[in-house]
C-alpha cells in the first residue's frame, strides 16, 4: 500500500502567515489522486482538495493545492482564525485509499 | 444536500461483533458513480479506510486487507442505508468510525463519527 508522509508534524504559525503543508509518497500517486482534509476537534474531516490542486466546493481560494508524482503541497496564503486545524492528505490512485498522519496548524 | 447519520452501540466487549449504520438523506445509496465507505481513526492507527460498498449494475464490496476476514459491509435499499459489521473485536479496534460518500476520487460527505470502545 501506499504510505503517505506529511510534515511538519505541527506548524506553528500567526494569524495573517503562509501555511506550507507537505505530503510525501512511498510510491507514485496515479493520475496525481491526492485530496487533502482539514479536521477540527469532534468534527469529521472536511473535504478541501482533490486531484492534487481543485478545490472542492466552497472553499476559499486562499487554499491551494499542487505537485505531482510523489510529492505534493497544500498552501494557506492567509491564515485566517478558523485555519488552524488538523490537515490530511489522503491518496485514491491505489486501493487500498490512505492517509497521511496529519499536520497540525497551531497559533504561534 | 447530501447527510449521513450514523448509529450503533458505543460499547462492545472483546471478541463480539462491531455494529454500525449510516443513514443516507439527500441520495441513494444504489446510484451508479457513488461508493459507500467506512473509515475510522485512532490515535495509534490515524485514518484507515476499511472498506466500501457500491452499485454497478450489481453490488460490489472491496475491503482493506488488515480486516478483510472480520468485516462486512452491506447495503439496505429498503431503508436507503448501509451498515458496518466487525467481527471479533479487541481492543485495537477502539476508534471513532465514520461513514463517508465516496465520489472518486475523493470523499465529500461524511458521517458525524461514532465512537466505539471495545472493553468488558
Known amino acids: 500500500e501506499i504510505v503517505l508522509t506529511q510534515s511538519p508534524g505541527t506548524l506553528s504559525l500567526s494569524p495573517g502567515e503562509r501555511a506550507t503543508l507537505s505530503c510525501r509518497a512511498s510510491?507514485?500517486?496515479?493520475?496525481?489522486?491526492l485530496a487533502w482534509y482539514q479536521q477540527k476537534p469532534g468534527q469529521a474531516p472536511r473535504l478541501l482538495i482533490y486531484?492534487?490542486?481543485s478545490r472542492a466546493t466552497g472553499i476559499p481560494d486562499r487554499f491551494s493545492g499542487s505537485g505531482s508524482g510523489t510529492d505534493f503541497t497544500l498552501t494557506i496564503s492567509r491564515l485566517e482564525p478558523e485555519d488552524f486545524a488538523v490537515y490530511y492528505c489522503?491518496?485514491?490512485?491505489?486501493?487500498?485509499?490512505?492517509f497521511g498522519q496529519g499536520t497540525k496548524v497551531e497559533i504561534k | 444536500q447530501v447527510q449521513l447519520q450514523q448509529s450503533g452501540p458505543g460499547l462492545v466487549k472483546p471478541s463480539q461483533s462491531l455494529s454500525l449504520t449510516c443513514a443516507i438523506s439527500?441520495?441513494?445509496?444504489?446510484?451508479?458513480?457513488?461508493?459507500w465507505n467506512w473509515i475510522r481513526q485512532s490515535p495509534s492507527r490515524g485514518l484507515e479506510w476499511l472498506g466500501r460498498?457500491?452499485?454497478?449494475?450489481?453490488?460490489?464490496?472491496d475491503y482493506v486487507e488488515s480486516v478483510k476476514s472480520r468485516i462486512t459491509i452491506n447495503p439496505d435499499t429498503s431503508k436507503n442505508q448501509f451498515s458496518l459489521q466487525l467481527n471479533s473485536v479487541t481492543p485495537e479496534d477502539t476508534a471513532v468510525y465514520y461513514c463517508?460518500?465516496?465520489?472518486?476520487?475523493?470523499?465529500?460527505?461524511w458521517g458525524q463519527g461514532a465512537l466505539v470502545t471495545v472493553s468488558s
Open positions: 439527500g441520495d441513494s445509496v444504489s446510484r451508479n458513480s457513488v461508493t
Open positions: 486531484g492534487a490542486s
Open positions: 463517508a460518500r465516496g465520489v472518486y476520487p475523493y470523499f465529500d460527505y
Open positions: 510510491q507514485s500517486v496515479s493520475n496525481n489522486y
Open positions: 460498498t457500491y452499485y454497478r449494475s450489481k453490488w460490489y464490496n
Open positions: 489522503q491518496q485514491f490512485g491505489t486501493s487500498p485509499w490512505t
